[in-house]
């Protein structure tokens, strides 16, 4: 079974539609072929109109970075996935420690937005990852098997062999403190065994497993050999054409 590598940008709450363009017009012609790598931005919902239109005919895929998991309703402020899907948007990523974090959201509240991103025919980037003092104690992979499990809550093994899981830790976010690719490794493992666990070998086998914290063009390479690793979810250094060229790029 081989694995479409998928090397993501979470652009997190940076660029605006003119600098979405322009980034755009930079990489669009430089991206390897979608078989080989996966190249995907995830940009802030005001920017997607903007990413869809210039990316179009180009080997970049577009995903969002939130979405809500009712379709249309009294729910202000809200991104509807139906609209999503409508404009185009593939990915959708849930569950990130920000969102966690800043917006608390649960396991549950992500549980459904993986339903709804599935049932308008995009694919969720579940994301986990412990924080420092869980790793300190020991019980890192206690907390992350728990969120996985509570993340796929009443999902088909045809939808999670669809799926894209993001192994974040929390302390290499942002921090430029990396986990070494073994350590990313035994997490990405782990979180495969965990799928084959509550589902099948060969829906582990499909499963799709990113890292993610402080990845760039320096360790991708490194990471990217592990066995576990299929991708990456990059904040800071997918910002800048040349360094999202070189990651994307990182088999050349
Ligand atoms: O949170 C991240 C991607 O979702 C990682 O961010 P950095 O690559 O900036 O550490």
């Given at each position: 079974m081989s694995r479409t590598p998928i090397i993501a940008g979470n652009w997190k709450l940076n660029m605006n539609p003119k600098e979405t363009v322009e980034f755009v017009n930079a990489v669009k012609d430089q991206l390897p072929d979608s078989s080989k790598v996966e190249s995907l931005i995830c940009a802030p919902a005001v920017d997607l109109d903007a990413l869809l239109k210039a990316a179009e005919g180009s080997n970049l895929h577009v995903g969002a970075e939130n979405c809500y998991?009712?379709?249309?309703?009294?729910?202000?402020g809200e991104t509807s996935p139906a609209v999503l899907k409508e404009m185009g948007v593939q990915y959708v990523i849930i569950g990130h420690s920000e969102r966690r974090g800043?917006?608390?959201?649960?396991d549950e509240d992500i549980n459904k937005k993986a339903k709804a991103i599935f049932a308008n025919g995009m694919t969720p980037i579940l994301c986990c990852g412990e924080s420092l003092e869980t790793r300190e104690a020991g019980k890192e992979n206690e907390w992350v098997v728990s969120q996985i499990k509570a993340g796929l809550e009443g999902l088909t093994s045809e939808q999670v062999s669809k799926l894209v899981i993001a192994y974040e830790p929390i302390w290499a976010i942002g921090t430029g403190?990396?986990?070494s690719s073994d350590q990313a490794e035994e997490m990405c493992k782990t979180i495969r065994e965990t799928v084959k666990d509550l589902y099948n070998e060969e829906t582990a086998e499909n499963v799709r497993i990113q890292y993610g914290g402080s990845v760039k063009p320096a360790n991708v390479k490194e990471l990217m050999?592990?066995?576990?690793?299929?991708g990456g979810l990059v904040g800071?250094?997918?910002?800048k054409p040349d360094s999202y060229l070189a990651l994307v790029n990182y088999q050349d």
């Open positions: 998991w009712e379709n249309s309703g009294a729910f202000t800043y917006f608390h959201e649960t403190k990396t986990a050999a592990k066995p576990d690793i299929d800071g250094a997918s910002l």
